[in-house]
């Protein structure tokens, strides 16, 4: 999986190249094309690990040469062209970053969003059809929780990171801050 993301990666590379696009973008684009294509086999189904795949695609785009230079230069005594050097590979290493950072965040974040929505959702249902407050909270806890449950196992990540999200909906914020103010 990680050779085929590769090889797309490397194809919109060299497009943008040819469009004189800014090195720094172009390494975010191929951040993002990794972890969106990533994504993209896991929904589809495909059994892979996220982060391996997301590290085996991105290789391409780690400047193995801008950091040996650096070195090289460093060693060599020519402390400036050895820094800028460093500062160079450094900022191709937060455009990759970036890039596949920014993806991995709108994925859990959306996972997290529609969790946090189903358990507002259950619980209001649950008040609608009559049930006691706590009831409803249980119920909506049961959902959120086999929600949290199998979408961490889809998104190979922890549950903490869903069932946060999915539980502070629930949080009866207005009903603590009225108790402490009166």
């Known amino acids: 999986a990680a050779t085929f ?5 490397k194809i919109v590379t060299i497009k943008f190249q040819k469009l004189s696009i800014n090195e720094f973008f172009i390494n975010c684009i191929g951040g993002a094309t990794a972890a969106s294509l990533t994504l993209l086999l896991v929904i589809l189904g495909f059994k892979i690990n ?5 590290i085996g695609a991105i290789m391409l785009l780690v400047p ?10 460093t060693i060599a005594g020519d402390f400036l062209a050895g820094l800028t050097k ?7 290493a937060i455009s990759i970053a970036v890039g596949s950072g920014a993806i ?3 994925w859990i974040n959306t996972l997290g969003a ?3 929505g189903l358990s507002w959702f259950v619980y209001a249902l649950g008040l609608h059809l009559s049930l006691s407050t706590i009831s409803s909270l249980f119920i909506s806890s049961i959902c959120f929780s086999v929600y949290s449950e199998i979408f961490a ?21 207005a009903g603590m801050y009225y108790t402490m103010y009166e």
């Open 5 to 9: 993301i590769g090889l797309i990666i």
């Open 50 to 54: 996220i982060d391996k795949t997301i």
């Open 64 to 73: 193995g040469l801008a950091i040996t230079n650096a070195i090289r230069d």
């Open 86 to 92: 460093a500062a160079e590979a450094f900022l191709i």
């Open 104 to 106: 991995l965040s709108f």
């Open 114 to 116: 529609i969790g946090g």
């Open 153 to 173: 196992r889809v998104l190979k990540t922890p549950v903490t990171t869903l069932v946060i999200c999915c539980l502070i909906p629930l949080v009866p914020g």
